[in-house]
């Protein structure tokens, strides 16, 4: 099934959207994923609990490093007018999977095979 022109108009606002959204939850976790200072007074309790919350923000930071590079590819691939074919097998990608993850850049058997 390809998508029509309102899908694909829709999907591209959506993309945007997803990229200013993540590109805010970058720029407010700069702060909370620098590396905690070993000098500070704060408890050793503590001081595990800001390193453990460092690892967290830097791995989520990581995630949305590397959903920003599917969602740019999307965006190029809704220019180029291969929106919605999935770049292994070249099959449509199901408009229930491109709702759930409209950056998705495979369909969902290529990414069953991949991550087995
Ligand atoms: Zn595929």
Known sequence: MELN???LQQFGK???Q???DIEQLLTDSIDS???VDLELSIGRLSRVDAMQQQAMA???REGHQRRLVLIDA???ALKGGRYGLCRSCEE???LRR???RPETPFCIECQTEREG
């Open 5 to 7: 022109d309102a899908e």
């Open 14 to 16: 959506k993309l945007l």
């Open 92 to 94: 449509p990608i199901s």
């Open 98 to 100: 491109l709702e759930a």
């Open 18 to 20: 997803l990229k200013t």
């Open 33 to 35: 994923s620098r590396p």
């Open 58 to 60: 830097k791995a989520n």
């Open 74 to 76: 999307a965006l190029r």
